[in-house]
């Protein structure tokens, strides 16, 4: 008979959300077979989408789809990495997507309604959705989403994690370009103009703390505050970052935009799960409360 192990287990519960005694008390009638023991569970408990909605997604994909001047990107969130690596939870995400593009819905709801069909469910993609949600038993869901349209387009995925699409005019490699520096410099604006006030007032008030300690006479503490201001701004704004493939290691974004003749009038960044709080299990400390209950009650 197969070894069962603490990883087996974990995989197990992570898919049906049975407790873990059961999950081992499965995976031993299966033979260690997975898909068996998962079916085991499935038989004894039922069905987990009901409780599967209520948990946290915190990981999950980026996918965008561009087709002319119509574009969109959407971020779809699972409960583990090991599900966004999914193939059916994928072409769910890349679906959506090009619904978005294609439909333009107003919300997450009235995208959920438009029609689409996978893996035996359907007839819309919310039914699509609470389907695989009930056969890989972890919870999912579409979290945001942007159309765009009316302009040129260019997108770029960091992997699957981070996405980024441009609006712009001009050159496309230049705009393909300034879509890898956005994912990997991750700017606030395009300009230091239109950096949210809220950012600089955050970064004003650390500065002036930070300019209070050094005891120097007032207008010399402005200065220093000021200049703080001014340097955030042009790390945090496109245009005046220090673009990643600069040759000179000078030359910044918007120097490269004049000298490619092109414009970017907007860019949109998704980094997976970014604002969620996210869950933390101590997987080590429940599998030792769980043998400790079972050996109170033997």
Same mark, same amino acid.
């Given at each position: 008979?197969?070894?069962?192990?603490?990883?087996?287990?974990?995989?197990? #519960?992570?898919?049906?959300?049975?407790?873990?005694?059961?999950?081992?008390?499965?995976?031993?009638?299966?033979?260690? =077979?997975?898909?068996?023991?998962?079916?085991?569970? #499935?038989?004894?408990?039922?069905?987990?989408?009901?409780?599967?909605?209520? #948990?946290?997604?915190?990981?999950?994909?980026?996918?965008?789809?561009?087709?002319?001047?119509?574009?969109?990107?959407?971020?779809?969130?699972?409960?583990?990495?090991?599900?966004?690596?999914?193939?059916?939870?994928?072409?769910?995400?890349?679906?959506?997507?090009?619904?978005?593009?294609?439909?333009?819905?107003? =919300?997450?709801?009235?995208?959920?309604?438009?029609?689409?069909?996978?893996?035996?469910?359907?007839?819309?993609?919310?039914?699509v959705r609470k389907g695989l949600i009930g056969k890989i038993g972890e919870n999912m869901s579409f979290r945001r989403f942007k159309h765009f349209e009316g302009t040129?387009?260019?997108?770029?995925?960091?992997?699957? #994690?981070?996405?980024?699409?441009?609006?712009?005019?001009?050159?496309?490699a230049a705009a393909k370009d300034v879509a890898m520096h956005v994912a990997a410099m991750k700017p606030v604006a395009l300009t230091a103009g239109e950096v949210p006030?809220?950012?600089?007032?955050?970064?004003?008030?650390?500065?002036?703390?930070?300019?209070?300690?050094?005891?120097?006479?007032?207008?010399?503490?402005?200065?220093?505050?000021?200049?703080?201001?001014?340097?955030?701004?042009?790390?945090?704004?496109?245009?005046?970052?220090?673009?990643?493939?600069?040759?000179?290691?000078?030359?910044?974004?918007?120097?490269?935009?004049?000298?490619?003749?092109?414009?970017?009038?907007?860019?949109?960044?998704?980094?997976?799960?970014?604002?969620?709080?996210?869950?933390?299990?101590?997987?080590?400390?429940?599998?030792?409360?769980?043998?400790?209950?079972?050996?109170?009650?033997?």
């Amino acid at each position: 008979m197969a070894a069962i192990t603490a990883s087996m287990v974990g995989e197990l #519960r992570a898919k049906t959300d049975a407790p873990m005694m059961e999950c081992k008390k499965a995976l031993t009638e299966a033979g260690g =077979d997975m898909a068996k023991a998962e079916e085991i569970l #499935r038989v004894k408990l039922g069905t987990k989408a009901g409780k599967a909605a209520s #948990r946290v997604t915190a990981e999950g994909v980026i996918a965008a789809s561009i087709e002319g001047s119509k574009g969109a990107m959407i971020e779809v969130n699972s409960e583990t990495d090991f599900v966004s690596k999914n193939d059916s939870f994928i072409a769910m995400a890349n679906a959506a997507a090009k619904l978005v593009a294609e439909h333009n819905p107003a =919300d997450i709801e009235a995208l959920g309604q438009l029609p689409y069909e996978q893996d035996g469910f359907g007839p819309t993609l919310e039914d699509v959705r609470k389907g695989l949600i009930g056969k890989i038993g972890e919870n999912m869901s579409f979290r945001r989403f942007k159309h765009f349209e009316g302009t040129q387009l260019a997108s770029y995925l960091h992997g699957s #994690r981070i996405g980024v699409v441009v609006e712009y005019e001009g050159d496309a490699a230049a705009a393909k370009d300034v879509a890898m520096h956005v994912a990997a410099m991750k700017p606030v604006a395009l300009t230091a103009g239109e950096v949210p006030a809220e950012l600089i007032e955050k970064e004003r008030s650390v500065a002036t703390a930070k300019a209070a300690e050094s005891g120097k006479p007032a207008d010399i503490v402005a200065k220093m505050v000021e200049g703080s201001v001014q340097k955030y701004l042009k790390e945090v704004s496109l245009a005046d970052q220090v673009f990643v493939k600069a040759a000179d290691g000078k030359q910044t974004v918007g120097q490269m935009l004049k000298e490619k003749n092109t414009t970017v009038k907007g860019f949109t960044l998704y980094v997976v799960g970014e604002g969620i709080e996210k869950k933390t299990d101590d997987f080590a400390a429940e599998v030792a409360a769980q043998v400790a209950a079972a050996k109170t009650g033997a």
